[in-house]
Nanobody, 127 residues
Framework: QVQLVESGGGLVQAGGSLRLSCAAS????????MGWFRQAPGKEREFVAA????????VYPDSVKGRFTISRDNVKNTAFLQMNSLSPEDTAIYYC????????????????????WGQGTQVTVSS
């Protein structure tokens, strides 16, 4: 079992930045691939970023590439999502997720592949 708790959400003006954190507890954090997803009202959950268990590989969709950066600290059992150049279209609840992976370089992007989810943190970007 892995428990995930997100923090760092809030209200920011367009063009601003936020850094989300995802603190993990339970089994060895370094054995899990991590991902960030978001869900806006009336929309499906959307993939935002993913990182391998080693931290050496990352994947982003085009909608956030160049603006968002996912990272992890396997000593502090925490994953991060640095979000820059935010726009109102980024407004959503942001969730972190974890999945056990054997391959240290594997990056998981599908939400259905993740076993563990945090409760979410609200990000609101005003125009």
């Amino acid at each position: 079992q892995v428990q995930l708790v997100e923090s760092g959400g809030g209200l920011v003006q367009a063009g601003g930045s936020l850094r989300l954190s995802c603190a993990a507890s339970g089994r060895a954090f370094s054995g899990y691939g991590m991902g960030w997803f978001r869900q806006a009202p009336g929309k499906e959950r959307e993939f935002v970023a993913a990182i391998s268990r080693s931290g050496g590989r990352t994947v982003y969709p085009d909608s956030v590439k160049g603006r968002f950066t996912i990272s992890r600290d396997n000593v502090k059992n925490t994953a991060f999502l640095q979000m820059n150049s935010l726009s109102p279209e980024d407004t959503a609840i942001y969730y972190c997720a974890a999945v056990f992976v054997v391959d240290p370089g594997a990056v998981v992007v599908g939400p259905k592949e993740y076993n563990y989810w945090g409760q979410g943190t609200q990000v609101t970007v005003s125009s």
